[in-house]
């Protein structure tokens, strides 16, 4: 009996919390706007201010009318997780970590529990003190949506850095008409081999490429999940109408694979990237001479 009694003061706490943020939503969108998080954000105009703070107390009211104070997924913590997403980045943007920036949040607390208690003629009312119970557990809850959203945006920045970088770091080279080359240097890892595949695939087809060199001269140790990289590279390539050569085979690394057993016996390899390419120009005609000579063309 005694739950369902809390039960019912809680959900009415819940919803007078919820017409209560409708009721003031300027009042305390007003005295929001001139909050840390806020004022930092919007620095050109304050009436920029003033309506993300309303987008935000509109929000709330939305949670709280479902009585699901403490449960970030609530369907109006989604209509502004973008925009506190954005708001929270360009926070941390500035130096602030997320506990900081949660910290921000927090401190929109109190101007709004003001206003709260305004609303009971007795603020040690019993009624009174569960609606700022309630309303403190759901800007507990807005507080956890804006530190799950800022390591969320981290996440993803870092996740596009270290997608650069591995673009970066892998480059396809047009060496001639026709022959394309990836200098591998480094670890090559899944998803660095990935980007390895799409890269050189793109390159074939704008290109218009018959020959592909993967030259992993730069490439420290090749063991078994390597050759596979390689290999998987290899036949991608061929699908796509290019022959496709290894470089770059050190002695080491030629004893290495002997010694693992790695089969290579369908790929064509050379010791260096020149003979690779001097390959590649045999085949296509290109008569390749030594010394100053150079190349001449058939």
Same mark, same amino acid.
């Given at each position: 009996?005694q739950v369902s009694?809390?039960?019912? $003061?809680?959900?009415?706490?819940?919803?007078q919390v *919820? +017409?209560? !943020?409708?009721?003031? /939503?300027? @009042?305390?969108?007003?005295?929001?706007?001139d909050?840390?998080?806020?004022?930092?954000?919007?620095t050109?105009?304050?009436?920029?201010?003033?309506?993300?703070?309303?987008?935000?107390?509109?929000?709330?009211s939305?949670?709280?009318?479902?009585?699901?104070?403490?449960?970030?997924?609530?369907?109006?913590?989604?209509?502004?997780?973008?925009?506190?997403?954005?708001m929270?980045?360009?926070?941390?943007?500035t130096g602030?970590n997320?506990?900081e920036v949660?910290?921000?949040?927090?401190?929109l607390?109190r101007?709004?529990?003001?206003l709260?208690?305004?609303?009971?003629?007795?603020?040690a009312?019993?009624?009174?003190?569960?609606?700022?119970l309630?309303f403190?557990?759901?800007?507990?809850?807005?507080?956890l $949506?804006?530190?799950?959203?800022?390591?969320?945006q *981290? +996440?993803? !920045?870092?996740?596009r /850095?270290? @997608?650069?970088?591995?673009e970066v770091?892998?480059?396809?080279?047009?060496?001639?008409?026709?022959?394309v080359?990836?200098?591998?240097?480094?670890?090559?890892?899944?998803?660095?081999?990935q980007v390895?595949?799409?890269?050189?695939?793109?390159?074939?087809?704008?290109e218009?490429?018959?020959?592909?060199?993967?030259?992993?001269?730069?490439?420290?140790t090749?063991?078994?999940?390597?050759?596979?990289?390689?290999?998987?590279?290899v036949?991608?390539?061929?699908?796509?109408?290019?022959?496709?050569?290894?470089?770059?085979?050190?002695?080491a690394?030629?004893?290495?694979i002997?010694?693992l057993?790695?089969?290579?016996?369908?790929v064509?390899?050379?010791?260096?990237?020149?003979?690779?390419?001097?390959?590649?120009?045999?085949?296509?005609?290109i008569?390749v001479?030594?010394?100053?000579?150079?190349?001449?063309?058939?």
């Open positions: 009996m009694e809390h039960d019912a $003061v809680s959900e009415l706490a819940a919803r *919820g +017409e209560f !943020l409708q009721l003031r /939503q300027e @009042q305390i969108a007003q005295r929001w706007a909050a840390a998080l806020f004022r930092t954000v919007f050109v105009s304050r009436d920029e201010a003033v309506e993300a703070c309303k987008a935000v107390v509109e929000a709330l939305e949670v709280a009318a479902t009585g699901r104070l403490d449960d970030v997924t609530a369907p109006g913590f989604q209509t502004v997780r973008e925009q506190l997403g954005r929270a980045a360009s926070r941390a943007r602030l997320p506990s949660a910290n921000e949040v927090a401190d607390r101007p709004a529990v003001t709260l208690q305004g609303e009971f003629p007795d603020s009312d019993r009624q009174a003190q569960e609606c700022v309630a403190t557990l759901l800007m507990g809850t807005l507080r $949506v804006v530190m799950e959203t800022t390591l969320s *981290g +996440e993803e !920045l870092i996740e /850095q270290r @997608q650069q970088l591995l770091a892998t480059p396809v080279i047009k060496l001639w008409e026709g022959t080359a990836v200098p591998l240097i480094g670890t090559l890892d899944s998803a660095r081999s390895v595949m799409e890269s050189l695939l793109d390159a074939i087809v704008a218009r490429a018959r020959f592909a060199i993967l030259d992993i001269t730069g490439v420290p090749v063991d078994s999940l390597v050759a596979q990289h390689l290999m998987k590279t036949a991608a390539a061929r699908l796509m109408g290019a022959e496709c050569i290894v470089s770059g085979i050190r002695p690394i030629a004893q290495t002997v010694h057993g790695i089969d290579l016996g369908t064509l390899t050379r010791s260096s990237l020149a003979d690779a390419l001097a390959y590649t120009l045999r085949q296509q005609g008569q001479a030594s010394g100053t000579a150079g190349v001449s063309l058939p």
